[in-house]
């Protein structure tokens, strides 16, 4: 758990930036 949150803010921002894409997309 101390990783994933160590990591939390990297995946958000790398879903973030999935999502912009995809939103980008359409």
């Known amino acids: ?3 994933l949150m ?3 803010n990297m995946d ?3 879903i973030a930036a999935a999502m ?3 939103l ?3």
């Open 1 to 3: 758990m101390e990783i």
């Open 6 to 8: 160590e990591n939390l």
């Open 12 to 14: 958000l921002l790398y």
């Open 20 to 22: 912009m894409m995809g």
């Open 24 to 26: 980008a997309a359409i």
